[in-house]
T-cell receptor
Framework: AQSVTQLGSHVSVSEGALVLLRCNYS??????LFWYVQYPNQGLQLLLK??????LVKGINGFEAEFKKSETSFHLTKPSAHMSDAAEYFC??????????FGTGTQLKVEL | DTEVTQTPKHLVMGMTNKKSLKCEQH?????MYWYKQKAKKPPELMFV???????INESVPSRFSPECPNSSLLNLHLHALQPEDSALYLC??????????????FGPGTRLTVT
C-alpha cells in the first residue's frame, strides 16, 4: 500500500522568503516520488522526481527536494519565493502499487 | 517535445448528449492515462492504457468509455453524464507502464460542464 500526506493545505510566504512544502509518504517498497505544480485552469507540470541515487533532487524553477528515508519525507523547498510560484503543489508516490498516488495538495500564496 | 494536447479545452453538454474528449502525444510514450479532477482536489485516476491495451479501470461508470486507436491517441467517450461528472479531465502519458519510475506528462485538461 502507498499513501502521501501533505501537511498544510495552505501555505503563505512573503516574496523572497524560503518556501517549504511538506510531504510524507508511506510505501511498502522503495518509492518513486514526484512533485507537480498546477497553475489555475491548467494541467500538472512536473517539478522534480526521485527514483534512486542522490537524495537531493533539483528541479525546475529553482525548486529542490530531499528524500529522507528515515523520516519518510520528501519536502519541497525553494530559497527565495517569487510571485509566479503561487500555485497548487502536489506530492505523489509510486510505491508498490501500479498507479500514482497524489497527496491532497498545498496551495502556495506569495505575498508582497 | 514534452507536450500532451487535449481537445476541446471547454465542453458543455446536456445529460442526454454524446461527446468525446481527445488526447494526443507524439513523444513515443507507451502508457496513457485519463484522470478526473474536481476543484481543490488531486487528480483521480480513471483509466490506464499500456501498449494500447486497457490495463487499469478504476471502477469508472460505463457512461465513460475510453478508446485508444493507436499509440499516440486516447479518447474518452461520454454518454448520459450526470451533473456531478462536471470536472477537469486530464490526460497524461509516460514512457513506460504505470507502476514504473517514469514520470507522467499531463495535458492542459478539458473543463467539462454537464447541465
Amino acid at each position: 500500500a502507498q499513501s502521501v500526506t501533505q501537511l498544510g493545505s495552505h501555505v503563505s510566504v512573503s516574496e523572497g522568503a524560503l518556501v517549504l512544502l511538506r510531504c510524507n509518504y508511506s510505501s511498502s517498497v522503495p518509492p518513486y516520488l514526484f512533485w507537480y505544480v498546477q497553475y489555475p485552469n491548467q494541467g500538472l507540470q512536473l517539478l522534480l522526481k526521485y527514483t534512486t541515487g542522490a537524495t537531493l533532487v533539483k528541479g525546475i524553477n529553482g525548486f529542490e527536494a530531499e528524500f529522507k528515508k528515515s523520516e519518510t519525507s520528501f519536502h519541497l523547498t525553494k530559497p527565495s519565493a517569487h510571485m509566479s510560484d503561487a500555485a497548487e503543489y502536489f506530492c505523489a508516490v509510486m510505491g508498490g502499487g501500479n498507479k500514482l498516488t497524489f497527496g491532497t495538495g498545498t496551495q502556495l500564496k506569495v505575498e508582497l | 517535445d514534452t507536450e500532451v494536447t487535449q481537445t476541446p479545452k471547454h465542453l458543455v453538454m446536456g445529460m442526454t448528449n454524446k461527446k468525446s474528449l481527445k488526447c494526443e502525444q507524439h513523444m513515443g510514450h507507451r502508457a496513457m492515462y485519463w484522470y478526473k479532477q474536481k476543484a481543490k482536489k488531486p487528480p483521480e485516476l480513471m483509466f490506464v492504457y499500456s501498449y494500447e491495451k486497457l490495463s487499469i479501470n478504476e471502477s469508472v461508470p460505463s457512461r465513460f468509455s475510453p478508446e485508444c486507436p493507436n499509440s499516440s491517441l486516447l479518447n474518452l467517450h461520454l454518454h448520459a453524464l450526470q451533473p456531478e461528472d462536471s470536472a477537469l479531465y486530464l490526460c497524461a502519458s509516460s514512457q513506460g507502464p504505470s507502476g514504473s519510475s517514469y514520470e507522467q506528462y499531463f495535458g492542459p485538461g478539458t473543463r467539462l460542464t454537464v447541465t
